[in-house]
């Protein structure tokens, strides 16, 4: 079983907007779950997802240098430590977002398959409403 998510994206933001997107309590809020986030190494953050859909995520932030944000990731209802990182690059179209989640494979027996396969796909999710949220901040302003 595959133990890594790796999504990348090229957005044609600046990075410094995706940054504070992906690490603001506010915007995070805004485009992803309701989070108690700062990126500030050592914070103990929560994000809650409304409605009865996922669990409450907890977690320590482990990195938020300019550009580079590591955090520890646990479902509360299956609660093991999984690593989720985040890398920000400049590029001539804009912003390369790459996001790493690691450590899946710790849960166990079919656990792990259904677990890899919910992060997958909420991945998938959250970068898209990552991408809908900075088309719609940039056109707002």
Not at 19 to 36: G, L, P, R, Y
Not at 47 to 76: D, H, M, Q
Not at 117 to 137: E, V
């Amino acid at each position: 079983m595959k133990d890594v998510i790796i999504k990348e994206r090229i957005l044609n933001h600046p990075i410094d907007k995706v940054w504070n997107a992906i690490t603001n309590a506010k915007e995070i809020s805004t485009w992803f779950i309701e989070a108690d986030f700062k990126a500030e190494k050592g914070y103990q953050y929560t994000f809650n997802a409304s409605g009865g859909e996922c669990s409450p995520i907890k977690g320590e932030v482990k990195r938020a240098n300019p550009y580079t944000l590591v955090y520890s990731w646990i479902v509360t209802e299956n609660p093991l430590e999984t690593t989720v990182k985040w890398v920000l690059e400049e590029v001539e179209e804009g912003t390369k977002l790459y996001l790493e989640h690691s450590g899946i494979s710790g849960y166990k027996g079919e656990t792990a398959v259904e677990m890899f396969n919910s992060f997958n796909g909420g991945w998938d999710n959250c970068i898209s409403g990552l991408t809908d949220y900075l088309k719609q901040m940039i056109h707002a302003g």
